[in-house]
C-alpha cells in the first residue's frame, strides 16, 4: 500500500529555518504530483507547496511564496519543503500528500490528493 512519511519537523526560532522531507513507498513516485498542506489548531488545512512529477514546476500560496521552496529526488522516492525566515505563523503540523490523478499539473485543491502523511509538527517560537 502507499505510505507517505514526513520527517524535519522540529521547535526553531523566529527566522530560522527547517527542512521536511517525505518518502514515499507503495507507489512509482516518479510519475506523481506531491503537495505540502498545514493545519494550525483550529483551523482549517490548508496548501502550502505542490510540485510536478520532474520539479519543472511548483506552485505556492502568497503567505509562503520567497521564503518556502518544494524540491523532489525522485530516485530517492522523496519530496522536500525548505522553509526559511519561518514566522511563529507558521507554525502547524505540516503534511505531504500525493496525487494519482496527474503527473503534470499541480493542484491547491486537497480533495484532489488521494494520499496522506501522518504529519510533522513545525513550531516556530516568537
Known amino acids: 500500500q502507499v505510505q507517505l512519511v514526513e520527517s524535519g519537523g522540529g521547535l526553531v526560532q523566529a527566522g530560522g529555518c527547517l527542512r521536511l522531507?517525505?518518502?514515499?513507498?507503495?507507489?512509482?513516485?516518479?510519475?506523481?504530483?506531491m503537495g505540502w498542506f498545514r493545519q494550525a489548531p483550529g483551523k482549517e488545512r490548508e496548501f502550502v507547496a505542490a510540485i510536478n512529477w520532474s520539479g519543472g514546476r511548483t506552485d505556492y500560496p502568497d503567505s509562503v511564496k520567497g521564503r518556502f521552496t518544494i524540491s523532489r529526488d525522485n530516485a530517492k522516492s522523496t519530496v522536500y519543503l525548505q522553509m526559511n525566515s519561518l514566522e511563529p505563523e507558521d507554525t502547524a503540523i505540516y503534511y505531504c500528500?500525493?496525487?494519482?490523478?496527474?503527473?503534470?499539473?499541480?493542484?491547491?485543491?486537497?480533495?484532489?490528493?488521494?494520499?496522506w502523511g501522518q504529519g510533522t509538527q513545525v513550531t516556530v517560537s516568537s
Open positions: 500528500a500525493a496525487d494519482l490523478s496527474t503527473a503534470t499539473r499541480v493542484s491547491l485543491n486537497q480533495h484532489e490528493y488521494d494520499y
Open positions: 522531507s517525505c518518502v514515499a513507498s507503495g507507489v512509482t513516485f516518479s510519475v506523481y504530483a
